[in-house]
């Protein structure tokens, strides 16, 4: 009890700086598991995601600039390909379902995507239903339409919208047939958030009475049956239309991707690790710093009767309860700042962190072992010539 009066009056000395060390090392540990949950998040949901669908079938352009813009709306839409080559898709005794998506509509600068319920949940996509009873991502006619998030504060569920023909639509091109909006899509954290999903079929329908002949689709997005059929089918695709095509396996582009994001992160996480190891020798400094103050106290602790080893202990004690509570307060940070990203980016909740990262932290705490054992054998020696 004396030992911890002794140690609480000590810190209390010093608690302007020993505040400081704290929280400079709890919030690298709280940065250190934040960005390696996001990796680890954003992995997780590339895999997902890519597992959904085989293959990506589109106009001739990059593999990947194809997978993102497929997948997760990275990039400039694909050129078009024709209506016809869904339907002799869809058509193929190898393929379970095929997902035609059209991205060439606009409604006051934001896209309109037309597809199926197949594409909305191949990207995880959810909704609330506003309208009737019920809940998801089916449409219930071929004039319904669910907006993303970012247009849930201008547009409400049962209200009415109407689209138009390109990017830049002149009066002209405005489809005179609106569309009920039938629920919002949940936030995901890309531009899927600014877009209006409709049924590709009422797209169609509302094309043909517009008077436009041709039906464009900007890529088709195929489940196989089995996938073992993989490779076969992406060669008979590629060679069997007259129409040039991109048939691509999203899973093998992605993994090319998968070097630069280890990169980026491990650049990250370094950062992380440094503030946490800048942060140990501020708490060392701090200690070396208040050592000329501590002659005093320890000269009148041996009058007591304290050994060295037990003043030893006391300086040792005091940096690593200043450690401990930084690694629990940086935990407690994390987790509370991963609450707040899940209600932004769905996408991050519920990952569990690599062990990797957890070696990390196992890594500072040893350093920060170490760096309370220096002051502490300073002080030994010092009280073993008192």
């Not at 997902?99 to 909704?127: C, D, F, I, W």
Request: charged share 15%.
């Amino acid at each position: 009890m004396v030992i911890m009066k002794i140690m609480r009056r000590s810190l209390g000395q010093r608690a302007g700086r020993s505040t400081i060390s704290i929280l400079a090392l709890a919030f690298s540990i709280a940065l250190l598991l934040v960005i390696s949950h996001i990796h680890e998040a954003v992995r997780s949901y590339a895999r997902q995601v890519s597992s959904g669908a085989d293959l990506i079938v589109g106009a001739p352009s990059q593999p990947v600039h194809l997978v993102l813009y497929s997948l997760f709306r990275i990039g400039p839409p694909p050129q078009v390909i024709p209506w016809e080559i869904y339907e002799a898709i869809a058509g193929l005794k190898d393929v379970e379902w095929a997902a035609p998506v059209s991205t060439n509509e606009s409604h006051r600068g934001y896209t309109v995507t037309g597809s199926t319920a197949r594409y909305m949940e191949t990207l995880q996509l959810k909704a609330l239903n506003f309208i009737g009873s019920g809940s998801g991502t089916a449409f219930r006619n071929h004039r319904s339409a669910f907006i993303g998030a970012s247009l849930a504060a201008d547009y409400q569920p049962g209200e009415t919208l109407t689209i138009a023909n390109g990017f830049s639509p002149s009066l002209k091109d405005e489809y005179q047939t609106p569309f009920i909006i039938q629920g919002v899509l949940m936030e995901t954290g890309t531009s899927l958030d600014s877009n209006i999903l409709i049924p590709i079929e009422g797209l169609r329908k509302i094309r043909k009475a517009h008077g436009i002949k041709t039906d464009n689709l900007n890529f088709i997005l195929i489940k196989l049956r089995h996938r073992h059929s993989l490779f076969k089918v992406q060669k008979e695709l590629k060679s069997t239309f007259n129409t040039p095509l991109e048939v691509v396996i999203p899973s093998f582009e992605l993994e090319k991707l998968g070097p630069y994001q280890r990169m980026l992160n491990n650049v990250f996480v370094a950062m992380s690790f440094i503030i946490g190891l800048l942060s140990l020798m501020m708490i060392y400094f701090n200690l070396s710093a208040g050592f000329s103050e501590r002659k005093q106290e320890v000269e009148l602790l041996r009058m007591v009767g304290a050994s060295p080893w037990q003043l030893a202990a006391l300086t040792w004690a005091e940096p690593m309860l200043q450690i401990l509570f930084a690694l629990c307060s940086g935990v407690v940070i994390y987790k509370v700042s991963t609450l707040f990203l899940g209600s932004w980016i769905p996408v991050v909740s519920n990952i569990a962190l690599p062990f990797e990262r957890l070696l990390w932290l196992l890594s500072l705490f040893l350093l920060g072992f170490l760096v309370a054992c220096l002051p502490a054998w300073r002080l030994y020696g010092f009280s073993r010539r008192t």
